[in-house]
């Protein structure tokens, strides 16, 4: 048996192994098309480590190849792609409009989006968590779909800009009579019916831009009253500004008429929340914020990490770049996400679905 094919069943073996936990047997195992050689740049996020260790088991099978890496957050991803800087830009958030009006202008063709990973379930931070909405255990309020959450978050709007489109669009229009103001509205009887609902969030960042790609259709109309905070412990919140996250679910657990959204990882340290169900719309069930749901995509704002490229309309895509991506949605790539701890693999359809957009 050659060196290749060893590490191959060494890598399948392992991820066998790792398999029952998430169906990861379900998911295609590597197998190279082509002996590849050359460099891969890549730039934008490690990723929690996760970006390098692909690279490196990616080596043990593809010799041929080096990786250069320039890794400092998702916020230079598009920079690197736009420059030429990178064949590969990683990143755990969806593009911004200036971002996709930067690659456009350039290139008259929007950037690829391959998507390669799961966010976080319960992480304190990083990851790209996945938003959870709560309110306090007071409230007896236990479930919403994605359009009375738009109701309550929302405003009135013209229209939006949709994930990786610089294209302002009418579909997701609404009026005024769409606003969800009171509890009442949302059925809660007694004291409740005619109190105001007050909302709280997050300042503009990645995670804010997915709530408003997810509930309000691409629009960044919020309600009023909509309260706005930082990630608490990253650059951005300044100590004891009183504006980090930690503060807001501390105020929002002390507000019996408040409502919010973070990660499950940051409400862990707060007593008295209470994370709400969702459903898609009327139709669809409600579902609760089980790390299962989250990885099945099954729970309606499940976030993904992408692999953004600079692939021009008809073009094929770069081998090396091919392979290595075939590589990260592969039963072996996905069972080295699983083991590394930050993200959640893809489900199988997923994972199929990404690997046509390669071809």
């Known amino acids: 048996m050659s060196k290749t094919l060893a590490t191959l069943a060494a890598l399948a073996l392992a991820a066998n192994s790792y398999a029952t936990e998430w169906d990861l047997g379900a998911l295609p195992s590597y197998q190279p098309e082509q002996k590849v050689t050359g460099t891969i740049r890549v730039g934008g996020a490690r990723m929690s480590g996760l970006v390098v260790i692909w690279e490196k088991d990616f080596q043990k099978v593809q010799p041929g190849v080096q990786f250069t890496n320039e890794l ?13 800087a990178a064949d590969i830009a990683a990143s755990g958030r969806e593009p911004a409009l200036e971002e996709i009006l930067g690659f456009s202008e350039k290139f008259s063709y929007n950037a690829t989006p391959i998507i390669v990973g799961t966010g976080a379930w319960k992480l304190p931070g990083g990851s790209s968590w ?3 909405v709560f309110v306090s255990k007071e409230n007896p309020l236990e479930r919403l779909t994605m359009g009375q959450l738009d109701g309550i978050f929302g405003a009135e709007r013209t229209g939006g800009y949709e ?9 997701n229009a609404r009026g005024p009579e769409g606003n969800i103001r009171t509890w009442g509205q949302l059925g809660l009887t007694g004291e409740w019916a005619d109190k105001s609902i007050q909302t709280y969030g997050y300042a503009q960042t990645g995670m ?8 309000f259709g691409g629009g960044d109309k919020w309600n009023p009253n909509y309260r706005e905070y930082v990630e608490t412990g990253t650059k951005m919140v300044a100590d004891g ?3 980090g996250s930690h503060d807001m679910l501390v105020a929002l657990a002390h507000d019996k008429y408040g409502i919010g959204w973070s990660g499950l990882g940051h409400a862990a340290s707060v007593e ?4 709400i169900s969702l459903a898609r719309d009327e139709q669809s069930p409600y579902v609760d914020t089980s790390e299962k749901n989250f990885q099945s995509h099954s729970y309606p704002l499940s976030r993904v990490v992408f692999m953004y490229l600079n692939r021009p309309p008809g073009a094929a895509v770069d081998p090396k770049v091919r392979e290595f991506l075939r590589f990260i949605l592969s039963r072996e790539g996905q069972c080295i996400l699983s083991h590394n701890g930050a993200h959640l693999p893809l489900p199988a359809e997923m994972v199929i679905e990404q690997r046509k957009r390669l071809d």
């Open 72 to 84: 400092p957050s998702s916020d230079v991803a598009f920079g690197y792609l736009e420059t030429g």
């Open 130 to 132: 996945s938003p959870v």
């Open 163 to 171: 994930e990786n489109s610089c294209v302002y669009v009418a579909r």
């Open 208 to 215: 804010r831009h997915f709530f408003e790609l997810k509930v």
């Open 241 to 243: 500004s009183g504006l």
């Open 272 to 275: 008295g929340l209470k994370p």
